[in-house]
């Protein structure tokens, strides 16, 4: 079965530059959430969409920004990143937006590292 | 906003033993409480899930039980594997959330020595 894509599998980057994360949801998936895992931590949420348009917006900084395509697809674009920025980032799917309660399935994530 | 707590942070036992990690959540408004298995570097995989229309579900060697009053969940694993060797995420997530975002435990490490 498909599953939910992620791009770049690891990127590196130095202070203060600028990155891009996408995500490609499960097909017929019409939500996509954003998760940020620190080193021994629990996944963190930062935003979700919902038929392209923003849903939910949890602990994500003024830095960063994120949308939803018209083919589903998600971009995760981070600015004058920080050291402690370096985590691994996750994008889910599921169906059903608003109803709540349906399945996340994660992708396999981006490794992030800012030197 | 949804605090979820985990306990233990680590598990470990003896091949062929039961497992049991223990979730509890403030908001009573969450409805819907999945289970993840993270190995090291991977993703997190949903291994289960219960709704709050739902005391108990099983799947084959897992299990999870939900008490709505108490506002605590737990995942039972019994005859458990080496491959059982993980970190496991409790999380919690409600209705009323469009987009419904997962707020997630702290984890358990579990470790099964063969």
């Known amino acids: 079965a498909a599953g939910v894509i992620q791009s770049p599998r690891h990127l590196i980057k130095e202070k203060r530059e600028t990155a891009t994360l996408k995500c490609y949801p499960i097909?017929?998936?019409?939500?996509v959430y954003w998760y940020q895992q620190g080193p021994g931590q629990d996944p963190q949420f930062l935003i979700s969409?919902?038929?392209?348009?923003?849903?939910d917006k949890g602990s994500i900084p003024d830095r960063f920004s994120a949308q939803q395509f018209s083919d589903y697809h998600s971009e995760l674009n981070m600015s004058s990143l920080e050291l402690g920025d370096s985590a691994l980032y996750f994008c889910?799917?599921?169906?059903?937006?608003?109803?709540?309660?349906?399945?996340?399935?994660f992708g396999p994530g981006t490794r992030l590292t800012v030197t | 906003g949804e605090n979820v707590e985990q306990h233990p942070s680590t598990l470990s036992v003896q091949e062929g033993d039961s497992a049991v990690i223990k979730c509890t959540y403030s908001?009573?408004?969450?409805?819907?409480f999945p289970w993840y298995k993270q190995e090291l570097g991977k993703r997190p995989q949903l291994i289960i899930d219960?709704?709050?229309?739902?005391g108990e579900k099983k799947d084959q060697r897992i299990a999870v039980t939900l008490n709505k009053t108490a506002k605590h969940f737990s995942l039972h694993i019994t005859e458990t594997q080496p491959e059982d060797s993980a970190v496991y995420f409790c999380?919690?997530?409600?209705?009323?959330?469009?987009?419904?975002?997962?707020?997630f435990g702290g984890g358990t490490r579990l470790m099964v020595k063969p």
């Open positions: 969409f919902y038929e392209k348009m923003q849903s």
């Open positions: 097909p017929r998936h019409d939500t």
């Open positions: 908001d009573s408004a969450s409805n819907y």
């Open positions: 889910a799917s599921s169906t059903g937006g608003k109803r709540g309660g349906t399945e996340q399935y």
């Open positions: 219960i709704r709050s229309n739902v």
């Open positions: 999380a919690a997530s409600a209705r009323y959330n469009a987009g419904n975002m997962l707020t």
